[in-house]
């Protein structure tokens, strides 16, 4: 096994769009998120880069009540990184 | 068919303004059908151009307060609204309210409905969550 396998780059999501909404506090990236959402298609994957900490509970909870998939959430800081799969 | 969910607010402060906003355009984005019924007090918050103030002493704060959301880039009241509309966010007014605080129809935001009591309860029977803001 090569160690260079597992880096962050390598491991990184396929993403159809990215969402930015760095800056803005609760309940702005839920609302800009379901949004973007519409705009786009079944089985496609958006990144939403956030940075209110609410974000990390509330994402979660959009997903399940929405019936999207939270594929993996990444952390680097403050910022959150959340990539959606659309249902 | 989407879940419902029902607010009543009764008191018409601008914390009061803001909070069921916020709450109805995250449920509106979450897919929830969102309706809420303005009483009492909180009638004056339908009423176009609606310009609420801090509860109390805090009035004079009002504006420090709108500034300091502003930086933290928080959407503004009228924002916040026009949000709601978008997100099909649906306002009701009661009507003994109406007649106990002088308010007419024709002054109430574009798309409020006037109810009675027992046609908004009808509607938080079905509801999944009813929340009071006051």
């Known amino acids: 096994m090569h160690g260079s396998d597992n880096t962050a780059e390598e491991m990184s999501v396929e993403k159809n769009a990215t969402l ?3 800056g803005l506090m609760c309940p702005m990236p839920i609302v800009n998120l379901a949004k973007k959402v519409k705009e786009m298609k079944s089985g ?3 990144e939403l880069i956030a940075d209110d900490v ?12 929405t019936g999207n998939t939270l594929l993996s959430v990444e952390e680097e800081g403050k910022i959150l990184r959340f990539y959606i799969k659309l249902k | 068919m989407a879940e419902k969910f029902c607010m009543v607010v009764a008191e018409g402060s601008f914390d009061k303004a803001m909070m069921p906003l916020m709450m109805g355009n995250t449920a509106a984005s979450m897919g929830m059908e969102v309706h ?13 151009n609606a310009k609420p103030k801090l509860p109390g002493m805090m009035r004079f704060f009002t504006g420090m307060m709108a500034g300091k959301m502003k930086k933290l880039n928080i959407p503004s009241l009228d924002e916040m609204m026009k949000q709601a509309k978008e997100l099909g966010v649906k306002f009701y007014a009661c009507s003994t309210s109406m007649s106990m ?34």
């Open chain 2, 36 to 48: 809420i019924f303005y009483t009492f007090f909180g009638l004056k918050l339908l009423k176009k």
């Open chain 1, 54 to 65: 609410g974000a990390k509970e509330d994402v979660p909870a959009w997903c399940s009540r």
């Open chain 1, 20 to 22: 930015d909404a760095k």
């Open chain 2, 101 to 134: 605080m002088g308010i007419k129809e024709s002054e109430l935001i574009d798309g409020a409905k006037v109810l009675g009591a027992s046609a908004f309860l009808n509607m938080a029977f079905d509801s999944k969550l009813t929340l009071f803001i006051g």
């Open chain 1, 44 to 46: 496609q994957i958006l």
